[in-house]
């Protein structure tokens, strides 16, 4: 059994910084690609940003690209997301998933899911 925890989500303004951490159990975190993804009110699941299990390659969606690093510590099962010059078009929520296989952007591909953290940039 894998589970995530997510955790880091907060009010910050915009322009700001917040760093999100993923927490995995299990012992083959290792062998997992870990992604990032976003869902607003009322709008779909996005992906925000991915790695490959050796942290080798990662991957980002156009719109966070320069501002958002992925990244990961398997010595603690951990996987961050460091959000800098935040947007309120960044306000969502949070959430990060694990799929045994290589990086992928679509949502449906990803085996493991957190329970989400809430993000929310102000004006």
């Known amino acids: 059994q894998v589970q995530l925890v997510e955790s880091g989500g907060g009010l910050v303004q915009a322009g700001g910084s917040l760093r999100l951490s993923c927490a995995v159990s299990g012992r083959t975190f290792s062998s997992y690609a870990m992604g990032w993804f976003r869902q607003a009110p009322g709008k779909e699941r996005e992906f925000v940003a991915a790695i490959s299990w050796s942290g080798g390659s990662t991957y980002y969606t156009d719109s966070v690209k320069g501002r958002f690093t992925i990244s990961r510590d398997n010595a603690k099962n951990t996987v961050y997301l460091q959000m800098n010059s935040l947007k309120p078009e960044d306000t969502a929520v949070y959430y990060c998933?694990?799929?045994?296989?290589?990086?992928?952007?679509?949502?449906?591909?990803?085996?493991?899911w957190g329970q989400g953290t809430q993000v929310t940039v102000s004006s």
């Open positions: 998933a694990a799929r045994s296989d290589t990086i992928v952007v679509v949502h449906w591909e990803y085996d493991y």
